[in-house]
């Protein structure tokens, strides 16, 4: 059948969104079809605020709302049933949903050359015959066209065997299902009751079997309107292994005008914050003796925080403030009243560049500069006076070495105020993308073991505590993309969560005795999701030498710990994270891996029984750390 000249096409068009919102890329998308659609049927799964509907109104025809079960698929289900005897009102309806961004090219075209063929359903793109199946590990996935955009003419929705299929629709608990038990069988069982079938960019015409995940920027050379989400949100090391640089991507998008801050908007908000700065490359390597940026940073408004605790170790921080390249507001917070005259006077002796300078003594030390920062400097940062804020502090680790806490001094502060161009060069990234919310040096990897347990013991009440803040943004799973040491750059709209709080200083009290978290340090972790959850996204940068010097020892570093393990750096990470944790290397250790690497199954049925055992062991051993810890500061305080 081919789809008339006055023909009329039904586009039902599938949203989740965790909040019951809707994003700009949802909107943007459907407004470049409007045209090419005599109706649009938008099917919510779960909830809908009343602004995400009034946004949608102009953009649609219909609003279905429903429960989220069963995927876009059950959706779409759903939908069909929902129109009834409506559908034969329709020469052609295209299944399609919300993951991807488009038009990156113009939809036109597209329809025009599918719209002249004689087919009976058609799809954007497919995916070859794969032999075994990846999803199984056996058998043969079928070359299908895939699901996120399929067009069926009514010579098939009209079909008894098109009644039948969706009548007979099995139930799609989970991911894989929906790709198993639909997108992989359906392309194949109507093409087996003689449905002809055609593809818009067919795979056949890529290097890959799968165009729409490995080689996107082919396919918007080739004037395909959609880019899949996935290429932007996958896992890192799968995308690494077949070279996705979702920078390159971007890039491509970004030279055919889709207006790429509707990108950023939506990753921010619905994927964890370290992916998003990995896959899109998101590090930013600063000039020190050149201003290279073309953005004038001299317009921001700028407000500067800095916690002190002595005047030796502020002095630094205030003689950089003549580096900015316009007047600041300086506010300048400590715990201690009798430090408070003699900051006064750095202050005025540094005033050249300061708009306001005002030096502020809390009343409390609990959460140390967290706390000053988000209590004692709330009414600013809540005000409508300042673009970005610089925090800043003059403390060092205690519990290091001189060498390392000298490095950790020298890696915070060259990273964030390193030299006048190197200022220059950061406020203007600020200037370049509005949707940007935060920025600061990647996780130290000199002198520090950080990498692999960033977050260590605090990840289940950093949960709980994002969960109470209405932080709905996943959180990185291992090390959380946050600027450790407390020191950032940002927008005060990205501390909308904080700053929604109304905390004292007592909740920032030490808690370890009670094995609870310090509030600053669960605080820290969760800076980027903060400011994802206000769709703001982060960057981070370094400059020239210590970009040098984390690249080289990281690289060696993974060198010696990969030279024992076969493979990819993803099979290597697959195959130790199935293994498990490592512990003392002893044999009880051993012999968990040995079972979990082999006998995996078994593991998993033993699992229920002895899980709650371990967990109580780890617990009784928190304690008596606890516990140790607690006498050897008493002793300390003894030989004082």
């Not at 946004?55 to 069963?70: H, K, M």
């Not at 050359?113 to 359903?121: E, H, S």
């Not at 408070?340 to 300078?357: D, R, Y």
Request: proline share 7%; aromatic share 10%.
């Amino acid at each position: 059948m081919v789809f008339p000249p006055d023909g009329r096409r039904l586009v039902v068009y599938v949203v989740y969104d965790r909040r019951g919102g809707v994003d700009d890329y949802v909107i943007h998308a459907l407004e470049g079809m409007r045209d090419r659609a005599s109706h649009i049927l938008v099917v919510i799964n779960g909830k809908l605020s009343d602004d995400a509907r009034r946004r949608l109104a102009p953009v649609s025809d219909e609003i279905l709302l429903r429960e989220n079960v069963g995927f876009d698929i059950w959706a779409h289900k759903d939908a069909l049933d929902h129109l009834g005897p409506r559908l034969v009102d329709f020469d052609e309806i295209v299944l399609t949903n919300d993951t991807w961004f488009g038009p990156v090219r113009p939809y036109g075209p597209v329809f025009d050359r599918m719209d002249a063929l004689d087919v009976d359903f058609w799809g954007m793109t497919d995916h070859a015959r794969e032999e075994p199946n990846p999803f199984t590990g056996e058998g043969v996935l079928p070359y299908h066209l895939q699901s996120f955009w399929i067009a069926v003419r009514r010579s098939m929705f009209a079909s008894p065997q098109w009644e039948r299929y969706w009548r007979e629709l099995p139930e799609m608990p989970s991911y894989f299902d929906a790709v198993l038990k639909h997108e992989t069988i359906f392309t194949e069982t109507f093409v087996e009751a003689g449905f002809a079938s055609a593809v818009a960019f067919a795979s056949d015409d890529y290097p890959t079997d799968h165009p729409a995940l490995f080689n996107p920027t082919l396919l918007i050379d080739d004037g395909c309107p959609l880019v899949k989400r996935r290429p932007f949100f996958h896992w890192p090391p799968f995308l690494d292994r077949h070279a996705v640089i979702g920078r390159a991507v971007l890039e491509k998008v970004e030279a055919s005008g889709y207006p790429t801050s509707l990108i950023f908007e939506n990753l921010a908000r619905t994927v964890p914050p370290k992916v998003v700065t990995t896959n899109l490359a998101l590090l930013d390597i600063l000039p020190r003796t050149e201003v290279t940026a073309s953005e004038d940073p001299a317009s921001l408004r700028v407000l500067i925080v800095i916690h002190a605790t002595g005047v030796a170790s502020v002095s630094p921080l205030l003689e950089r403030l003549s580096w900015f390249p316009a007047p600041v507001d300086v506010i300048v917070t400590t715990s201690d009243p009798e430090l408070a005259p003699a900051v006064e006077e750095l202050l005025l002796k540094h005033g050249q560049n300061i708009s306001t300078g005002d030096v502020r003594v809390v009343p409390s030390a609990n959460g140390r500069d967290m706390s000053a920062f988000l209590i004692g400097c709330r009414d600013e940062l809540l005000s409508d006076r300042y673009d970005v804020f610089v925090k800043l502090h003059d403390r060092l680790p205690t519990r290091r070495g001189r060498t390392v806490s000298e490095y950790f001094r020298r890696y915070t502060r060259d990273n964030l105020v390193g030299s006048p161009a190197y200022i220059a060069n950061m406020l203007a990234l600020f200037v370049r993308e509005p949707g940007l919310g935060v920025v600061f040096p990647p996780v130290i990897q000199t002198g520090y073991a950080t990498t692999g347990e960033g977050w260590s013991w605090y990840r289940g009440m950093g949960q709980d505590l994002a969960d109470d803040l209405g932080i709905r943004v996943p959180l990185d799973g291992i090390t959380p993309l946050a600027p450790f040491g407390g020191m950032w750059v940002g927008r005060p709209e990205g501390l909308g969560p904080y700053l929604a709080a109304e905390w004292t200083y007592n909740d920032f009290r030490d808690r370890s005795r009670e094995l609870v978290p310090d509030m600053q340090r669960l605080l820290e972790r969760l800076v980027s999701a903060a400011a994802g959850e206000q769709g703001l996204h982060a960057r981070t940068v370094l400059d020239a030498e210590h970009a040098s010097l984390t690249h080289l020892s990281t690289e060696y570093k993974i060198d010696q710990l990969a030279v024992n393990l076969p493979g990819y750096p993803i099979e290597q990470i697959q195959f130790l994270h199935r293994a498990g944790w490592m512990g003392t290397a002893g044999a009880v250790a051993f012999f968990r891996m040995y079972m979990k690497t082999n006998h995996n199954k078994v593991v998993q049925r033993l699992d229920p029984i002895m899980h709650p055992f371990g967990q109580g062991a780890r617990a009784v051993l928190r304690r008596v750390r606890a516990g140790a810890a607690a006498g050897r500061a008493l002793v300390k305080g003894a030989r004082r």
